[in-house]
């Protein structure tokens, strides 16, 4: 469980978020959460703040008990893995190395990587059908090719929580729902959890098993996401009608 409790936060003197409150819990049945809403209303920067990427002003941020802050640094990619949509890496590592650094964790200071983090590199890689292109470097695949690399490297980390900030934004239709399938199918034999930021209504709906909505820096809206998405729900959050297609999802009217 993940709890905010009385969180401020702002860019400069404009604040985003003050005394937010919420919590984040889940279940076997409920392993992924969707935070969705217009540009701007503090999704991705809510999603730094529980990564640990940016400090807040007031408040506290609790995962599964413990204060943030007082997560040890080397235990913390154990805890929390993000995937951040506009990350780049301007060395040219190849795509292998750069799933095995998410085994840095694992392994003392000086020790070297053992057979087990080479192991669970490659079965990342084949898992995001990625496998071709290990000795490929990074500064030469596309966009959503990378975003698939940074996917094994997660989930060759291992971490508790995986966050993910328009996690698919460069894929195809293809391996967008598949890289979906593959980390929920992650979730669960790993006893894991995903909060995913995503602006796809469809997407979210389809996918999450829990919802969040927000709306210039509040929690409009939460709970299951069959119960809470909706027609109303959605105009009350983007401003645009939107008409529901029974079992399918939604379309923009």
């Given at each position: 469980?993940?709890?905010?409790?009385?969180?401020?936060?702002?860019?400069?003197?404009?604040?985003?978020?003050?005394?937010?409150?919420?919590?984040?819990?889940?279940?076997?049945?409920?392993?992924?959460?969707?935070?969705?809403?217009?540009?701007?209303?503090?999704?991705?920067?809510?999603?730094?703040?529980?990564?640990?990427?940016?400090?807040?002003?007031?408040?506290?941020?609790?995962?599964?008990?413990?204060?943030?802050?007082?997560?040890?640094?080397?235990?913390r990619?154990?805890?929390l893995?993000?995937?951040?949509?506009?990350?780049?890496?301007?060395?040219?590592?190849?795509?292998?190395?750069?799933?095995?650094?998410?085994?840095?964790?694992?392994?003392?200071?000086?020790?070297?990587?053992r057979?087990?983090?080479?192991?669970?590199?490659?079965?990342?890689?084949?898992e995001?059908?990625?496998?071709?292109?290990?000795?490929?470097?990074?500064?030469?695949?596309s966009?959503?090719?990378?975003?698939?690399?940074?996917?094994?490297?997660?989930?060759a980390?291992?971490?508790?929580?995986?966050?993910?900030?328009?996690?698919?934004?460069?894929?195809?239709i293809?391996?967008?729902?598949?890289?979906?399938?593959?980390l929920?199918?992650?979730?669960?034999?790993?006893?894991?959890?995903?909060?995913?930021?995503?602006?796809?209504?469809?997407?979210?709906?389809?996918?999450?098993?829990?919802?969040?909505?927000?709306?210039?820096g509040?929690?409009?809206?939460?709970?299951?996401?069959?119960?809470?998405?909706?027609?109303?729900?959605?105009?009350?959050?983007?401003?645009?009608?939107?008409?529901?297609?029974?079992?399918?999802?939604?379309?923009?009217?």
């Open positions: 469980m993940i709890k905010i409790d009385k969180l401020s936060f702002g860019y400069g003197k404009k604040m985003l978020f003050q005394d937010l409150s919420c919590q984040m819990s889940f279940d076997s049945k409920n392993r992924l959460l969707a935070i969705v809403g217009p540009n701007g209303c503090g999704k991705s920067t809510l999603l730094k703040m529980i990564a640990g990427h940016l400090k807040w002003q007031s408040g506290h941020i609790w995962i599964d008990g413990r204060l943030s802050e007082s997560i040890p640094s080397k235990e990619p154990k805890v893995g993000m995937i951040q949509q506009n990350l780049k890496f301007d060395f040219p590592f190849s795509c292998f190395d750069t799933v095995l650094m998410g085994r840095y964790a694992h392994k003392s200071e000086f020790e070297d990587y057979p087990l983090d080479i192991e669970v590199s490659l079965k990342a890689l084949r995001v059908e990625m496998e071709e292109f290990a000795d490929k470097k990074v500064t030469e695949v966009g959503g090719e990378f975003q698939r690399i940074l996917i094994a490297r997660t989930m980390q291992g971490p508790k929580i995986v966050l993910l900030d328009e996690a698919f934004s460069a894929m195809d293809k391996h967008k729902k598949k890289s979906i399938e593959m929920k199918r992650y979730a669960e034999t790993n006893d894991a959890y995903i909060i995913m930021v995503v602006h796809d209504i469809n997407i979210a709906y389809k996918y999450a098993d829990l919802v969040m909505m927000m709306r210039k509040r929690i409009v809206h939460q709970g299951h996401t069959k119960e809470t998405i909706n027609e109303e729900t959605i105009y009350s959050i983007f401003d645009v009608h939107m008409k529901k297609m029974e079992g399918e999802g939604f379309l923009l009217i």
